[in-house]
């Protein structure tokens, strides 16, 4: 049983990062430090860094908020 929930979990895993690369919002993930543990592409595209170069980076060090006035 525990072979068949490893198994299972593991194909939910997978099935869930395809899923998270492939859609059309930046996705990053971040563990309790702070620390970067998933970069889909759009998220590459949009802030110029790799994900092998943010993979336990710090969030503030990859992706910084920009917040604009009113225009």
Do not use: K
């Amino acid at each position: 049983l525990r072979l068949q929930v490893e198994q299972r979990l593991a194909s939910t895993r997978t099935a869930a990062i395809t899923t998270l690369r492939r859609i059309a919002d930046a996705v990053i993930t971040i563990d309790t430090e702070g620390r970067v543990t998933f970069f889909n592409p759009v998220a590459e595209g949009l802030t110029g860094v790799g994900a092998d170069e943010a993979a336990g980076a710090r969030l503030e060090d990859v992706f910084r908020v920009v917040e604009r006035g009113p225009t």
